[in-house]
């Protein structure tokens, strides 16, 4: 069969409308598929049967795209549905990675690393509850902005130091200096804006 980019560009192929829920979390979207079946060949490796499926965007807004799965039976829009939702699984291995150190272990055994792997997963989880209930909860809410960019929504670096904030705000934690006395060594929006400015840089 002809290459994939021309199947897009043959004007005898035929499209179907599609709407998928979620798009890259801007809500629905309508795009056009066409999918069929083949076989991935590749010089000295076994033929392997696949179902591709071409993406184009009636509106012009990305260029098409193809994709491919071994599973003949799954339906095309299944298929792009789960395209769409490897973009969360993308963003959480890189905030993993970039605040609680995954894939930069240090261990020497294989059996350490297998253990530590799971267990930033774990903690990534564990931090991501915390804070969305203490979100809902309206205790407090750590989302910085930047001047060149607006966040609709807290990131995992605001979970992040909302957690960390948790604990060092207790009077268990840090003690302060008492509230009747005749001198306040450390003004209380001083250690506050101190306390923030250390669960981000933590």
């Known amino acids: 069969m002809p290459n994939l980019s021309e199947v897009a560009e043959d004007p005898t192929t035929v499209w179907k409308p599609t709407k998928i829920a979620n798009w890259y979390c801007s809500g629905d979207r309508t795009v ?5 079946t083949a076989v991935w060949y590749s010089t000295g490796l076994p033929a392997v049967p696949v179902r591709w499926v071409l993406i184009r965007d009636p509106e012009g807004g990305f260029e098409p795209q193809a994709l491919l799965c071994t599973d003949l039976e799954t339906d095309p829009q299944k298929i792009l549905s789960w395209f769409v939702m490897r ?3 993308e963003v959480t291995y890189q905030e ?3 605040h609680l150190g995954f894939e930069t272990q ?3 055994s294989e059996l350490a690393i297998r253990r530590t792997t799971p ?3 774990g903690l990534f ?3 991501t509850l915390f804070a969305h209930q203490q979100m809902r909860q309206a205790v407090s809410v750590l989302q910085r902005q930047a ?3 607006h966040k609709a929504h807290p990131t995992f670096s605001d979970a992040l130091a909302l957690v960390r904030r948790e604990p060092w705000t207790q009077e268990q934690t840090f003690y302060g200096s008492p509230a009747q006395t005749n001198m306040v ?5 001083f250690m506050e804006r101190l306390t923030d400015a250390v669960c981000y840089a933590a």
Request: hydrophobic residues 55%; positive net charge; aromatic residues 14%.
């Open 32 to 36: 056009e598929i066409a999918s069929q």
């Open 87 to 89: 973009w969360q699984l």
């Open 96 to 98: 993993v990675r970039r």
């Open 106 to 108: 240090r261990q020497w």
């Open 119 to 121: 267990a930033l997963l």
């Open 125 to 127: 989880s564990l931090v």
């Open 147 to 149: 001047a060149w960019y």
């Open 185 to 189: 060594k450390v003004p209380r929006v």
